[in-house]
């Protein structure tokens, strides 16, 4: 219980909250290494993934290899990274490995989702004269836009919870604060960082849902 209180005791020590080593300025480092992953794996992950569900080929092959990023530790491919001239690159290598930890999901849910889109509205479209690519983007894309969101929020809730690597690296972030915690031998430091990652990412889950709620019926896949 006492782990529980002084937790507490450093969660509402406003000391904790303010300055370059505070938890404000660490939550704003997540934010933004979070955001930027984010959109790098989105502009490498959907295109691939629009394109071969919208040709029906290779698609199974590529989202197999992507998903063996997911059998190789993110934490394993920092450590890689951080021993090949990307290492120099300051935040370079904490970015490169969690783009590849947040493509899989990415590729995979697009891919999926442009595949189970009715074929005979496809085959309705083509008959009306639409050109291939009026067909992807008019009728594919907008009726795969839910799995698409979805791939979305699962890999956005995955780089908020893995985003703690940067600190291992030299990077910022609430990582930060718990490798400070191990490094002072307190406890309550490191739960208190484990706790703010957590919520972190349940405000993100719920940032994504609220989105969903407030989006368009043809958004939600809800006709």
């Not at 199974?60 to 992507?66: E, G, M, Q, R, W």
């Not at 008019?138 to 791939?151: C, R």
């Amino acid at each position: 219980m006492s782990t529980l209180a002084d937790t507490w005791e450093w969660l509402t020590d406003p000391a904790h909250w303010s300055g370059a080593e505070g938890v404000w300025h660490r939550l704003l480092q997540h934010l933004v290494l979070t955001v930027v992953c984010l959109v790098v794996s989105c502009l490498i992950a959907l295109p691939v993934a629009l394109v071969l569900g919208h040709l029906g080929k290779g698609g199974a092959l590529a989202v197999n290899i992507s998903n063996v990023g997911r059998a190789v530790p993110t934490f394993a491919v920092l450590v890689l990274l951080l021993l090949t001239p990307i290492g120099k690159w300051g935040e370079g290598p904490t970015v490169v490995a969690l783009v590849l930890f947040a493509v899989p999901p990415l590729l995979t849910n697009a891919y999926v989702g442009m595949r189970e889109v009715d074929r005979s509205t496809v085959q309705a479209a083509r008959g009306m004269g639409m050109t291939g690519r009026q067909v992807m983007f008019h009728v594919e894309l907008p009726l795969s836009l839910p799995m698409i969101l979805n791939g979305v929020r699962i890999a956005a809730v995955q780089l908020v919870a893995t985003a703690t690597i940067a600190a291992l690296a030299g990077g910022g972030g609430l990582g930060r604060i718990i490798t400070a915690g191990f490094n002072l031998a307190s406890t309550p430091q490191v739960v208190a960082g484990a706790v703010l990652v957590a919520v972190f990412a349940l405000i993100v889950e719920g940032v994504f849902e609220i989105a969903e709620r407030l989006a368009p019926a043809w958004a939600r896949g809800s006709g």
